[in-house]
């Protein structure tokens, strides 16, 4: 059986080393200060009294003394509310993103029970829809939890800023 638990704010550098492994940047890069402001992201969402944002984690089985890590998995959500339309009137929607495992400890389902837990997290506070970009690698992963591909292109546009 494996323990997935809630993310707490002491797990917030954890969760970023984790994103750093999974977009494969080198553990000493803080490019424009990127690790710093997602920690404290993570620990004022993650300690607000009204959640809109959680994590699912899984530790792992021993610390590792060499690097501190100590955390396999990662599963990060947030809900959004957009205006509700006759597929989901609340217009309440989820976004599963941070599906990270450490390199160590793939392949012992972790990735699979931290995405089954925000999934129920995400149902037990009223967003029936999620929406969720994913590898080619890790999407057997999610059609097995029943995501499919959507018609909708995705766009972004980067804003200059200082």
Same mark, same amino acid.
């Given at each position: ?16 080393? $984790? ?45 590792? @003394? ?28 989820? /976004?599963? *993103? ?11 389902? /972790? ?6 837990? @925000? ?8 967003? *029936? ?12 992963? /999610? ?13 972004? $546009? ?5």
């Amino acid at each position: 059986m494996i323990n997935v638990r809630r993310a707490t704010v002491e797990d917030a550098a954890e969760l970023v080393r $984790l994103r750093g492994l999974l977009f494969g940047i080198p553990a000493a890069s803080n490019e424009n200060g990127w690790r710093d402001a997602s920690r404290q992201i993570l620990v004022r969402r993650l300690s607000a009294a009204s959640p809109t944002m959680a994590g699912f984690v899984v530790d792992q089985p021993e610390r590792s @003394l060499r690097t501190g890590a100590a955390l396999a998995a990662s599963a990060v959500g947030i809900i959004e509310e957009r205006l509700g339309g006759p597929g989901n009137p609340r217009g309440l929607v989820g /976004y599963m *993103f941070n599906v990270a495992t450490d390199p160590a400890h793939r392949r012992h389902g /972790y990735a699979r029970a931290c995405t089954a837990a @925000l999934l129920a997290w995400f149902a037990a506070e009223g967003a *029936f829809v999620v929406d969720l970009k994913a590898t080619s690698a890790a999407e057997p992963l /999610y059609v097995s939890q029943g995501f499919v591909r959507t018609a909708d292109p995705a766009m972004r $546009l980067a804003l200059p800023h200082d």
